[in-house]
């Protein structure tokens, strides 16, 4: 069932061209919310505070992605509403 699950689009309204900034992306539940966008076609703005893991995550698991453009990082505060909009400002 599992495996169903996995291969059913999650996300078809990724058919628009979106970049999806992912917050926490370097996180346990922020990563899997990377891959499954990732998986899906969309462009991912991996947003997280910490830098240096970020980096190395995205080596080590979507380097390809990196290479096509398909991820990016952003170093992002998002502990409040102006770091949120200057998150945004960055990724646009
Ligand atoms: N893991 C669970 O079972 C679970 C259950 C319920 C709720 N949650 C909540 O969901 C969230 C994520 O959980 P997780 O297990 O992936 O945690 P995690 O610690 O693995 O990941 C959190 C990520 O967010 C980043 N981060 C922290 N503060 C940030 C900030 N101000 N701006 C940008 N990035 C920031 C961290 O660097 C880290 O990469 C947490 O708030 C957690 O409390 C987790």
Do not use: H, T
């Amino acid at each position: 069932m599992a495996d169903v699950l996995l291969k059913v689009k999650a996300f078809p309204f990724l058919s628009f061209k979106k970049v999806i900034i992912v917050c926490g992306g370097a996180g346990g539940i922020g990563s899997s919310i990377v891959q499954r966008f990732l998986n899906d076609g969309a462009s991912v703005a991996l947003v997280d505070v910490n830098g240096e893991y970020s980096k190395q995550l995205i080596e080590s698991n979507w380097s390809d992605y990196a290479k096509e453009g398909k991820i990016c990082f952003y170093l992002g505060d998002i502990s409040s509403r102006s770091k949120c909009f200057s998150v945004i400002d960055k990724v646009s």
